[in-house]
Nanobody, 124 residues
């Protein structure tokens, strides 16, 4: 069965950095666009960014542009979210998601599989 397992979350001070990883299994990773979403307490799930299945393009929500970078290693079936200059408002549970042959999309319904999430807490 398909599994997406996020790791790398934790507690960091504002201005710090974290790198999240999402390891995929049970699917042909190179055919899936990988997205990152987040959900803060009391808020709806929010799109963060995505990287196309081919790795050729990325797309980010405005609030993280210039601070977050998504990359993927198809040989390792892993997608990464490098988060720099973190802010308290970045505090959330971060989820990765896989969408079969979709473009870089912010629409959660386009993604077929989801991980369980990893907590990121940014202190001020």
């Amino acid at each position: 069965q398909v599994q997406l397992v996020e790791s790398g979350g934790g507690l960091v001070q504002a201005g710090g950095s974290l790198r999240l990883s999402c390891a995929a299994s049970g699917l042909t990773f190179s055919t899936y666009t990988m997205g990152w979403f987040r959900q803060a307490p009391g808020k709806e799930r929010e799109f963060v960014g995505a990287i196309r299945w081919s790795g050729g393009s990325t797309y980010y929500v405005d609030s993280v542009k210039g601070r977050f970078t998504i990359s993927r290693d198809n040989a390792k079936n892993t997608v990464y979210l490098q988060m720099n200059n973190l802010k308290p408002e970045d505090t959330a549970v971060y989820y990765c998601a896989a969408g079969y042959y979709v473009g870089v999309t912010a629409s959660p319904e386009r993604y077929d599989y989801w991980g369980q999430g990893t907590q990121v807490t940014v202190s001020s």
